[in-house]
């Protein structure tokens, strides 16, 4: 007599960890990865996102899974599609009833996976992390804390250290995180604005175990835009007040002109300053324009429907087992 059971046990860890062009580390990353899950004494399972690298990546971690199928899946994208899509598709494919995100360059380390657990099972559902003592160049201190503030003001999200990636999720809010359909998003500050008791805990940060960030000024300028753009209609209203003070301002300095010639009549010079004028003035229509078009550019890529990302192929085990 066969008894058919319909699924395996759920886990409850579910680790997304994002790769791209990550060969070096992935060895060092299965060594400490592993045991350091074991040591939880939780079912868990580890989904690595391959984001279309361009390196041995993909291979490691087909090996990987063959070595460890119980509590590896493998996700194969069909390009490159950035990370936050690659953890998109990994919450789509998590069971757990915790999820934890974590980078694959061993900067945050996996033995540190605990500290994270430990306030959930105290009822938060939202965990974030700040790294205890960071291993970056000083231009990314300064620029983080410079966005930190800004984001907090116009946003009203509060993340201390909002460059971290390790952070524990519950499956609520994953939940709903799956049904949104956003084509360009900041996971943290979405988890965020969903948590009904969100905190935050110390975390550690080393130097990355090999090669260099993916993450390059023009990208973090581009991911801070997504934050502010995504998440508040402030630097709209903001440029609108401005643009009402400019005005204002143009018109008294046009009075002042007029009464002044026609007190004094009229005067040499003055050219050097109306240049400076008229090269502000258009100075701030300029960034207004490329405020417009940040928001109009995010409604053009939403309109159009796209998928998000495409999956060439899913390295996993059956959820379905049979026994005598």
Known sequence: MNDRVSHLAAPQLSVVIPVYNEEASLPALFARLYPALDALGLRYEVIFINDGSRDRSAGLLS?????????????????NFGQHRAILAGFAHARGEQIVTLDADLQNPPEDIGRLLAPMAEGFDYVGSIRRQRNDHWWRHVASRAMNRLREKITRIKMTDQGCMMRAYSRRIIDIINQ????????????????????EVVVGHE?????????????LIRLNFDLMTGFSLVPLQLFSMLGMLVALGSALLFVYLLARRLWIGPEEGGMFTLFALVFFLVGIALFGIGLLGEYIGR??????????????????????????
Do not use: W
């Not at 130097?207 to 990208?219: D, I, P, W």
């Not at 495409?310 to 005598?324: C, F, N, P």
């Open 180 to 199: 949104c359909d956003e084509m360009h998003t900041f996971i943290p500050a979405l988890a965020y604005s969903f948590a009904q008791r969100p905190t």
């Open 299 to 324: 409604i053009y890529q939403e309109v159009r429907t796209r998928p998000r990302y495409l999956i060439a192929a899913v390295l996993e085990q059956s959820s379905e087992v049979t026994h005598d």
């Open 207 to 219: 130097e990355r175990h090999a090669g260099e960030s993916k993450y390059s000024l023009y990208s």
């Open 63 to 79: 090996e990987q899974y063959a070595q460890r199928p119980g509590e590896t899946r493998v996700i194969l994208f069909n390009g």
